[in-house]
């Protein structure tokens, strides 16, 4: 082959250094005289004393064979050939031919392994392969604190992450200890240190692949050899064919919580907080350039990593906990330790690993970062996530519900303090004032024409710029009036209403009237993978979660901000009362109204790009009620389901209480919760509690006609849109604006102020999710700089 050309002719061209040149020439002259007798070979023998590895920029100037494997092996003597596998570590023709040529001793070794790669890896089964993945000794790293020289571990013994957490310099095998009292004194191997040179990595001619790996349980779809693990380690009781065929199933290990999916199967996608086990990210190729050209270490040890702390996220992993499971053989191993540490530090500045309510018995970061002083305008924590027992069940006043629980670090949290959500059902009848329970057939129906009218939205919009944008509900009544006129169908009073009811909640995703939405980029966020999975109400609240990520910071309640000045090379913060701190960075997390408001003066003015876009974002509000009755009186009739809807009587009534929700699915306590969106917003905002409470009082009893709803015996009201440190509830596009402005309103501000918040995450808006995940970001950010 054509690289076996090069090779011959490098070797003729005589270009060694210093006195081996006329060693090599002599063992030339031999070499052409193949049909030397034996005797004049080994009379010759003495004159070939060395050769040098020809793999261009080795360093081993006296290669010796690892291998050992025939009885002629070169060992640090003279081959024909060297092959090289890294810069120390190479074996000579003699042992390659014990291996591959069919009429030697260890080609039925080579064969049986070759047939296991090939029937499970995609990559080539060559010789090298071999050696690499069955006869390089391992190293491992002495375990003691003053030592942590790595030693070479003879062929036979195979190394197993229990041997890696207790190994000790002369640690006895096979009840045989190496002589010498003291054996931690012993040097380190030389060729160690030349590992951590980066162009160690480049002479490495073969990627290394894990075996054993924690990763291997979550991929047995994928080529293992894709996926930075040896196709011959793999125990897989179903063949990988079949696997592959059933590409939609989730490989999950089984004793893992289901929400924990942290890699995309093949023909996956669409899920948040989801990585390509076989592909490096943008950020990842960003932060790691050199893995560019193979990817395979770095996709191995991050595969490795994820699945680790996915099997158990109760702990703080560290990359001493992770060095343990890299099982392969050679000194890549050394190199795959070192590099351990920066591809986890990493991890955990993404908020991938060790993030949520972790107890951290050492800080993360380096010292510098940890004063860090929150200060609070209310005298409660939490902000729009706020969470009422006085009715005998928790029901949050603000966030109560997770939506999609796959890798959502709020189903992370929950994982780690033990608590159970409850999961949704997806049954939801329509009750209509009067008391019947709508068809469900009419309910699919004119769900369909709903989805319906949003694709061609969603049609009509590829080719428009922001200027030609125009409000949804707008866009939404043109649309259905066209369909309408071309199909010549009617609907029904019915179909009508329920068609409502299908508005109305739309109203309560975006958290406004449609008529300032915008047709453009209502659901901008769409574009981007979301959370999948269950939707669950949080039955003991969001507060339980934030109290525990509250522990041990110094949080400075009633403490209004009412200037930040970052004019010099400090940032000063200014309180109401008069309160003055400096710090190098800032953190602002305000809601989005308070911005446009101008609660916070500034100095300098943010700049202008970051003013229009926190213009061009809406404040959305909804309002919710909460009564508590005697008795449950509505469980005939909804039969144990999580909520039931209100079809509004009239299109003046939508978003007046659109769906009520059981808020307790034990069915001991008998509480209800409903919402208030849209139009219905403005109309209850100067009503008394009482009046709102009795509407809602009214329109249960036409919803439950054929019998009696009681008076409540307790309830409350909310009142965000009057709330003073808040007034809304979550953000959304308004016409003529577009999805960007999230981002722009993400942009720090000369390094020294930053912003975090709902109405800062493009991909999660309008989420308490979103809202932790723009956290994590911006402290990631700050600790990079």
């Not at 996915?310 to 343990?324: F, P, R």
């Not at 901000?561 to 800032?586: L, P």
């Amino acid at each position: 082959n054509a690289s076996g050309a090069r090779r011959a002719k490098k070797r003729s061209s005589g270009e060694s250094p210093g006195d081996g040149q006329t060693l090599r020439s002599s063992g030339r002259q031999i070499n052409s005289k193949r049909k030397a007798t034996d005797t004049e070979e080994e009379d010759d023998q003495s004159e070939k004393k060395y050769r040098k590895c020809e793999k261009a920029g080795c360093s081993a100037t006296y290669p010796v064979c690892f291998a050992s494997a025939s009885e002629r092996c070169a060992k640090n003597g003279y081959t024909s050939r060297w092959y090289h596998l890294s810069c120390g570590e190479h074996f000579c023709n003699e042992c390659f031919d014990h291996y591959y040529r069919s009429h030697k001793d260890g080609y039925e070794i080579f064969a049986s392994w070759k047939k296991v790669w090939t029937s499970n890896g995609k990559s080539e089964p060559s010789l090298k392969a071999f050696m690499a993945d069955q006869q390089l000794p391992f190293w491992v790293q002495c375990t003691k604190p003053d030592c942590r020289k790595w030693r070479q571990l003879t062929k036979e013994i195979q190394l197993t992450a229990s041997l890696a957490a207790t190994y000790r310099c002369g640690m006895k095998f096979n009840n045989i200890k190496s002589e010498g009292p003291d054996q931690c004194s012993q040097p380190e191997d030389l060729r160690v240190a030349e590992v951590t040179d980066s162009w160690w990595h480049s002479m490495l001619i073969l990627p290394p692949l894990f075996k054993e790996s924690p990763a291997s349980p979550f991929l047995a779809a994928y080529y293992p050899d894709c996926v930075g693990m040896s196709p011959s380690g793999s125990t897989c009781n179903m063949s990988l064919s079949e696997l592959r065929a059933d590409h939609c199933r989730a490989v999950q290990p089984q004793s893992l919580c289901p929400y924990f999916q942290p890699f995309y199967q093949p023909n996956e996608c669409g899920k948040a907080l989801c990585v390509r086990p076989d592909m490096m990210e943008l950020d990842e190729l960003y932060e790691f350039p050199e893995f560019s050209r193979d990817p395979t270490m770095y996709l191995a040890l991050r595969n490795l990593i994820l699945a680790s702390w996915h099997k158990n996220c109760k702990e703080m992993l560290t990359s001493q906990k992770c060095a343990l499971h890299i099982i392969v053989r050679g000194l890549v191993r050394v190199r795959c330790v070192q590099e351990m540490d920066r591809v986890l530090n990493f991890m955990t500045r993404k908020g991938l690993i060790n993030t949520g309510v972790l107890a951290v018995k050492r800080p993360l970061l380096p010292e510098r970062y940890h004063s860090v002083v929150v200060l609070e305008a209310r005298e409660r924590i939490g902000g729009r996530v706020w969470d009422d027992a006085s009715l005998g069940v928790t029901v949050g006043r603000g966030a109560q519900i997770v939506n999609g629980c796959v890798n959502n670090p709020i189903a992370l949290m929950c994982e780690q303090m033990g608590i159970k959500m409850h999961k949704l059902g997806e049954r939801c009848d329509l009750f209509q004032e009067g008391g019947q329970v709508t068809d469900p057939a009419i309910d699919k129906r004119m769900d369909f024409h709903f989805n319906a009218i949003l694709d061609v939205v969603s049609e009509w919009r590829k080719d428009k710029s922001q200027n030609q944008d125009t409000p949804l509900g707008e866009k939404v009544q043109e649309v259905k009036k066209n369909f309408l006129q071309e199909s010549g169908i009617q609907f029904s009073e019915l179909e009508e209403k329920v068609l409502q009811f299908h508005l109305s909640n739309l109203e309560y995703a975006c958290g406004s009237t449609l008529d300032q939405v915008s047709a453009r980029s209502w659901d901008h966020n769409e574009f981007f993978a979301q959370f999948s999975g269950d939707h669950t109400l949080l039955t003991k609240g969001y507060s339980v979660l934030l109290h525990k990520l509250a522990e041990g910071l110094d949080i400075r309640t009633k403490c209004p901000v009412q200037a930040i000045d970052y004019s010099g090379d400090v940032v000063k913060v200014i309180s109401s009362n008069g309160s003055q701190w400096t710090a190098q960075k800032v953190l602002v997390t305000v809601p989005l109204t308070l911005l446009q408001k101008n609660v916070i003066q500034f100095n300098p003015p943010l700049p202008e790009r970051k003013l229009k876009a926190i213009h061009s974002l809406g404040v959305g509000i909804i309002e919710k009620i909460a009564l508590q009755f005697p008795y449950r009186f509505w469980d005939n009739k909804i039969q144990g389901a999580d909520y039931f809807g209100h079809i509004p009587p009239s299109p003046d009534k939508r978003g007046m209480f659109s769906v009520f929700y059981d808020m307790d699915p034990q069915g001991k306590q008998a509480v209800l919760m409903s919402v208030i969106t849209g139009d219905a917003v403005p109309a209850v905002r100067d009503m008394e509690d009482k009046e709102v409470v009795d509407e809602c009082v009214k329109v249960l009893r036409e919803l439950f006609k054929e019998q009696e709803v009681p008076e409540p015996l307790n309830y409350f009201v909310t009142r965000w849109s009057k709330d003073m440190w808040s007034q809304m509830s979550y953000s959304f596009v308004k016409t003529g604006g577009s999805g960007e402005a999230y981002d722009i309103l993400a942009e720090d501000v000369q390094g020294k102020v930053f912003f975090a918040g709902e109405a800062t995450n493009r991909h999660f808006p309008q989420t308490v999710t979103g809202a932790y995940l723009s956290g994590v970001r911006e402290a990631s950010k700050m600790a990079a700089m």
